[in-house]
Nanobody
Framework: QVQLVESGGGLVQAGGSLRLSCAAS????????MAWFRQAPGKEREFVAT????????YYTESVKGRFTISRDNAKNTVYLQMNSLKPEDTAAYYC?????????????????WGQGTQVTVSS
């Protein structure tokens, strides 16, 4: 069992930066794939980024490549999402997710555990 708690959301102007954190409790955090998803009002929850248990491989949705960076600190049981050059279209609730063996890392259904989300609002 894994519990996830996100933090770091807020209101920022376009072009600004935010760093989201996701603190995990439970055993064997280092064995889990970790991911960030986001959901804008009236839209489906969409994949943003994922990172393997070792932290060596990360994958991003095309719209955030070069602007967002996912990382993890297994000693702190925490995964991060550094978001730079934010755009109004990045406005959404951001969710942290965990899975031992996701079938397809970009699919919401692959993840077993979810946090409650943190709101990111980017003003133009």
């Amino acid at each position: 069992q894994v519990q996830l708690v996100e933090s770091g959301g807020g209101l920022v102007q376009a072009g600004g930066s935010l760093r989201l954190s996701c603190a995990a409790s439970g055993r064997a955090f280092s064995l889990y794939y970790m991911a960030w998803f986001r959901q804008a009002p009236g839209k489906e929850r969409e994949f943003v980024a994922t990172i393997r248990w070792s932290g060596g491989s990360a994958y991003y949705t095309e719209s955030v490549k070069g602007r967002f960076t996912i990382s993890r600190d297994n000693a702190k049981n925490t995964v991060y999402l550094q978001m730079n050059s934010l755009k109004p279209e990045d406005t959404a609730a951001y969710y942290c997710a965990a899975a031992l063996r996701p079938t397809i890392a970009s699919l919401r259904q692959s993840y077993d555990y979810w946090g409650q989300g943190t709101q990111v609002t980017v003003s133009s």
